[in-house]
């Protein structure tokens, strides 16, 4: 798409239909950015239009956006009334989902993704993944996103806190793919990563950076969850 070139239409008034996409995808980038007190409070509205809509087999990568926007006034109103683990249940599982979800992973901290949004994304993997083998042939993980996974686990909670729970589960059902006589390479590894990345877990004597690099374990020195809106309507 040439920006510049669509920019020089919009002031001559040669409006093309690729032109209004181009405005469209820019508002709403705008808003679930929520950078500004405008943008927060375009972006609190819409979450509550999202709410009342309701969530379908329709609109589904709409609310995966919105829970990806980090904004947690937006995302408390999204899901107000509603137990984030089960969310998403309404939809059938698909490999856009799980990307989605591991793309926010990746582009976030350990501690930068507000926790309801974890507690979301977490429930969607955990049914994924709890048939080992039907998950990873829809959706075939890797090393590197099962390590943006792990990210998340807290060794100075238990392991019945929700989102560890959460995590060891999806870790445990990735691990079970390392099956005597698997011929698959890739599933070996990824099961075995998995599983080394809960006995760093479970075992007190080791630490997570000893599967997972320093890099990606890295915190944010001041995560932030959004700018809140200036006005909340009822």
Same mark, same amino acid.
């Given at each position: 798409?040439? !920006?510049?070139?669509?920019?020089?239409?919009? =002031?001559?008034?040669?409006?093309?239909?690729?032109?209004?996409?181009?405005?469209?995808?820019?508002?709403?980038?705008?808003?679930?950015?929520?950078?500004?007190?405008?943008?927060?409070?375009?972006?609190?509205?819409?979450?509550?239009?999202?709410?009342?809509?309701?969530?379908?087999?329709?609109?589904?990568?709409?609310?995966?956006?919105?829970?990806?926007?980090?904004?947690?006034?937006?995302?408390?109103? @999204?899901?107000?009334?509603?137990?984030?683990?089960?969310?998403?249940?309404?939809?059938?599982?698909?490999?856009?989902?799980? =990307?989605?979800?591991?793309?926010?992973?990746?582009?976030?901290?350990?501690?930068?993704?507000?926790?309801?949004?974890?507690?979301?994304?977490?429930?969607?993997?955990?049914?994924?993944?709890?048939?080992?083998?039907?998950?990873?042939?829809?959706?075939?993980?890797?090393?590197?996103?099962?390590?943006?996974?792990? =990210?998340? @686990?807290?060794?100075?909670?238990?392991?019945?806190?929700?989102?560890?729970?959460?995590?060891?589960?999806? @870790?445990?059902?990735?691990?079970?793919?390392?099956?005597?006589?698997?011929?698959?390479?890739? =599933?070996?590894?990824?099961?075995?990563?998995?599983?080394?990345?809960?006995?760093?877990?479970?075992?007190?004597?080791?630490?997570?950076?000893?599967? !997972?690099?320093?890099? !990606? @374990?890295?915190?944010?020195?001041?995560?932030?969850?959004?700018?809140?809106?200036?006005?909340?309507?009822?």
């Amino acid at each position: 798409m040439d !920006i510049q070139k669509i920019r020089e239409d919009l =002031k001559t008034g040669s409006i093309t239909e690729e032109a209004v996409d181009y405005l469209k995808h820019r508002t709403i980038t705008e808003i679930l950015e929520g950078r500004t007190p405008a943008a927060a409070n375009a972006l609190w509205a819409y979450a509550s239009f999202l709410r009342r809509l309701g969530i379908t087999s329709d609109n589904y990568p709409l609310y995966i956006m919105m829970l990806a926007s980090n904004n947690q006034y937006a995302i408390e109103a @999204l899901l107000e009334g509603r137990e984030p683990e089960h969310f998403l249940d309404c939809v059938v599982p698909n490999p856009y989902m799980v =990307k989605a979800v591991f793309d926010t992973f990746a582009s976030l901290k350990a501690n930068e993704i507000y926790e309801k949004s974890l507690r979301v994304f977490f429930g969607l993997l955990s049914k994924v993944y709890s048939s080992a083998v039907e998950g990873y042939e829809m959706f075939p993980v890797s090393i590197a996103q099962v390590n943006s996974l792990g =990210k998340f @686990l807290d060794k100075s909670h238990d392991q019945d806190w929700p989102l560890n729970r959460g995590i060891l589960d999806v @870790l445990g059902g990735i691990a079970d793919l390392d099956k005597p006589h698997e011929p698959d390479a890739q =599933k070996r590894n990824v099961a075995a990563q998995a599983g080394r990345i809960r006995s760093d877990y479970f075992d007190n004597t080791r630490r997570l950076n000893q599967s !997972i690099t320093e890099v !990606i @374990l890295e915190k944010a020195a001041s995560p932030s969850f959004g700018i809140a809106p200036q006005h909340v309507y009822g």
